[in-house]
């Protein structure tokens, strides 16, 4: 059963060009944040459209996968691509957007949320630092979980803060995350022998298995798994193949380092 017709109505002409391009700045990029950041396609066209429609503005229509946006206020013949190259897991910044979007539909007005927005883009959320820092706590904590022995914490928080040191250091000169997963779990493993045979690590699998956790897929496994429930099917196998070829990266870095040693 085919879906009615589109209808074509008349631009607003209450609402001024200038106050049509500032909604259309502020939804476009939202959405850009918030892929950026790791959100589901589902969550950012709906923000998308939110933000449009608290405005006054109806027949938007937006389109999300997830290296691209495409956005329409198709009643002032606005239209834009949008490429996204580099994606992150940022929960703070997504909060932070969604934060927003909430506001805005509560009657935000729009000067102090085109002010809003920008503070937003230019948070420093997560200094380099405590991203390494993190991905040792990780390993520590994950060690533990594992049942593994408190000698061996030490060297799960080395391989793991070094793991994530090489992949976020990596990622400053390639966009391919393959060789960034590869290369970081490569030193994982073989930081991991190094510790054991002199003595300051006990159970290399262990301390190996702890140490990859950082750069496990989980949060994308997991946003794959939604976007399918909710029918966003292209979003859904394009973050599952991707998690797949985040675990073969992993994979093939640990075993290269066992098949030669």
Not at 12 to 41: H, P, Q, W
Not at 50 to 77: C, H, K, M, W
Not at 99 to 127: C, V
Not at 200 to 217: E, H
């Amino acid at each position: 059963m085919s879906g009615e017709l589109e209808v074509i109505e008349a631009p607003d002409k209450v609402l001024g060009e200038d106050f049509v391009r500032d909604v259309f700045y502020i939804a476009v990029n939202c959405g850009k944040m918030l892929l950026e950041s790791g959100a589901e396609t589902y969550r950012i066209e709906d923000t998308m459209l939110r933000i449009a429609s608290s405005y006054g503005i109806e027949n938007a229509q937006v389109f999300v996968t997830p290296t691209v946006i495409i956005f329409s206020l198709n009643d002032y013949a606005l239209t834009q691509t949008v490429r996204i190259d580099e994606r992150a897991n940022n929960l703070e910044k997504i909060m932070s957007v969604n934060e927003l979007s909430r506001r805005i539909s509560a009657g935000l007005p729009l000067k102090q949320a085109i002010s809003r927005l920008e503070m937003i883009h230019n948070t420093d959320f997560f200094p380099f630092w405590l991203v390494v820092l993190s991905g040792g706590a990780i390993g520590f904590l994950f060690l533990l979980l594992f049942d593994g022995v408190v000698a061996d914490l030490p060297a799960a928080f080395i391989a793991g803060a070094g793991g994530v040191l090489i992949m976020e250091g990596i990622q400053r000169y390639t966009r391919v995350k393959f060789f960034t997963e590869f290369f970081a779990s490569l030193y994982i493993a073989i930081a991991s022998i190094i510790l054991v045979n002199n003595g300051f690590g006990v159970m290399l699998d262990t301390i190996i298995i702890a140490g990859v956790m950082p750069l496990v897929p989980g949060v994308l496994i997991t946003n794959a798994i939604r976007e399918m429930i909710r029918g966003h099917l292209m979003a859904g196998v394009i973050k599952g193949a991707e998690a797949g070829l985040t675990a073969i990266a992993i994979g093939a870095g640990v075993g290269l380092v066992f098949l030669l040693v």
